[in-house]
């Protein structure tokens, strides 16, 4: 089991830009990929980046892409996610989770999840 530790989000005007930072404890980081959600009142989290534990390929949704990165620093066990260009629609409560292997697309595919950040865009 991995335990994932949040920080980063909070309120931020249309256009602005945010990081928000996940830390492990545990063994073996650079074995698991990492990835962001997100997640809406009445609605499922949805997947808005993954970056793999093999090579460090970012995946990223279509909404996001352009203005969204991920990286991870695996000496620090750490995982970020930059978020600039940020819009209203962005608003949301954002967790890191973390799967043995490659990116998986299915949060119900991730056992391992950190506690979510709110991230607010006032327009």
């Known amino acids: 089991q991995m335990h994932l530790v949040q920080s980063g989000g909070g309120l931020v005007q249309s256009g602005g830009s945010l990081r928000l930072s996940c830390v492990a404890s545990g063994r073996a980081f650079d074995t698991y990929s990492v990835s962001w959600f997100r997640q809406v009142p009445g609605k499922e989290r949805v997947q808005v980046s993954c970056?793999?534990?093999?090579?460090?390929?970012?995946y990223y949704a279509d909404s996001v892409e352009g203005r969204f990165t991920t990286s991870r620093d695996d000496a620090k066990n750490t995982a970020y996610l930059q978020m600039s260009s940020l819009r209203p629609d962005g608003t949301a409560v954002y967790y890191c989770?973390?799967?043995?292997?490659?990116?998986?697309?299915?949060?119900?595919?991730?056992?391992?999840w950190g506690r979510g950040t709110k991230v607010t865009v006032s327009s």
């Open positions: 970056i793999s534990s093999s090579d460090a390929t970012e």
């Open positions: 989770a973390a799967v043995y292997g490659l990116c998986l697309i299915n949060a119900r595919d991730y056992k391992n």
